[in-house]
C-alpha cells in the first residue's frame, strides 16, 4: 500500500484490535463503548462529536455526486 511506516504501524494495529473480535464491527463497536462507558465512570471527560452542518436537500446530493471530478 503504502511505504510509510507510521501507517503500515497504525494499519498493523486496527488488523490486531479487529482479529481480536473475530472482525465484527458489532461486538467491536460494544467495546468501544463499554470502554467509553468505563472512562466516564473514572471521571474522565468525554467531548461530544462536533454538530453535522446545514445541508439543504440537494446540497447533499451534489456533493455526493461530484465528489470525485
Known sequence: ????P???EV????RKH???FGFDVR???ADVMAY???R?????MLLPPPPAPHLAPDEAL???RFARR
Do not use: P
Not at 1 to 4: K, Q, T
Open 1 to 4: 500500500m503504502s511505504n510509510d
Open 6 to 8: 507510521i501507517l503500515d
Open 11 to 14: 494499519r498493523e494495529a486496527k
Open 18 to 20: 479487529a482479529e481480536c
Open 27 to 29: 461486538a467491536m463497536g
Open 36 to 38: 467509553q462507558q468505563l
Open 40 to 44: 466516564e465512570n473514572e471521571g474522565w
Open 62 to 64: 451534489q456533493r455526493t
